[in-house]
C-alpha cells in the first residue's frame, strides 16, 4: 500500500480556512486518496475521497496535484467542532474489494476561539 | 439502527482471561471491519469480512485472535488468554461493497489488568 506523509500537529482560527496538506508520492494509478477524522473518543469519520479531480462536498474540499503526489484537504470555515485528528489514505477503488484502509498518525489540528 | 453499534463501550478482563467484543454493523452492509487502536496511534486493521467470510484476515496479530460473523450481519471479535499489550479501543466498521464511506462504531474499550 502507497505511504502517505502529513504534518503531525496544526493550529487554526475558528472561522477561518483549514487546509491539511497530505504528500503521497509513490500512489499508483488506480488508488484513491481519502480523508477521515476522529475527534476524541470517537471513531474515524469518512470525510471526502478522490482520484484525480477535484472534489468538494458539504464537508469538506480535496485537491490532488496534477502529477497526484500530493493532497490537501481544506475546511473552509473551521469551528471548534473541527478539532479533531485528520487522517489522509491511500487505497485502490472502491469496487476493487480489497477492503482495508492503512491509516498512519494522521495530522491533529486544533481549531483556537 | 443508525449507525455501528459496539458492545460493551469498555470491559476491564484479568490477564489470562477470554473475552468477546460484539459489532452490530449498519442494516444492509455487506462489508465489516475490525480495527484496533493503541493511546497515540492511529487505527490498526484487524480483518474485513464480505457477507459472512473473512476476505483478509492478514491483521489478526496472532492465533488468540478470532473473529466470526455467521449470518452475515453481527460480528463478534473474540481474544483467549488476554495479554496486557492486548488493551487498545476495538473499532468495527461497515459499508456497503463498492462504496467506501465507512461507518466506524464508537469502539470497545478493553483495559487487561
Known amino acids: 500500500d502507497a505511504k502517505t506523509t502529513q504534518p503531525p500537529s496544526m493550529d487554526c482560527a475558528e472561522g477561518r480556512a483549514a487546509n491539511l496538506p497530505c504528500n503521497h508520492s509513490t500512489i499508483s494509478g488506480n488508488e484513491y486518496v481519502y480523508w477521515y477524522r476522529q475527534i476524541h473518543s470517537q471513531g474515524p469519520q469518512y470525510i471526502i475521497h478522490?482520484?484525480?479531480n477535484n472534489e468538494t462536498n458539504e464537508m469538506a474540499s480535496l485537491i490532488i496535484t496534477e502529477d497526484r503526489k500530493s493532497s490537501t484537504l481544506i475546511l473552509p470555515h473551521a469551528t471548534l467542532r473541527d478539532t479533531a485528528v485528520y487522517y489522509c489514505i491511500v487505497r485502490p477503488s472502491p469496487s476493487s474489494n480489497t477492503g482495508k484502509l492503512i491509516f498512519g498518525q494522521g495530522t491533529t489540528l486544533q481549531v483556537k476561539p | 439502527g443508525a449507525g455501528v453499534s459496539q458492545t460493551p463501550s469498555n470491559k476491564v478482563t484479568e490477564k489470562g482471561k477470554y473475552v468477546e467484543l460484539r459489532c452490530d454493523p449498519i442494516?444492509?452492509?455487506?462489508?465489516l471491519y475490525w480495527y484496533r487502536q493503541s493511546l497515540g496511534q492511529g487505527p490498526e486493521f484487524l480483518i474485513y469480512f464480505q457477507g459472512t467470510g473473512a476476505a483478509d484476515d492478514s491483521g489478526l496479530p496472532n492465533d488468540r485472535f478470532f473473529a466470526v460473523r455467521p449470518e452475515g450481519s453481527v460480528s463478534t471479535l473474540k481474544i483467549q488468554r488476554t495479554e496486557r499489550g492486548d488493551s487498545a479501543v476495538y473499532l468495527c466498521?461497515?459499508?456497503?461493497?463498492?462504496?467506501?464511506?465507512?461507518?466506524f462504531g464508537s469502539g470497545t474499550r478493553l483495559t487487561v489488568v
Open positions: 478522490g482520484l484525480k
Open positions: 466498521a461497515s459499508s456497503l461493497v463498492g462504496w467506501d464511506g465507512y461507518t
Open positions: 442494516s444492509g452492509h455487506t462489508a
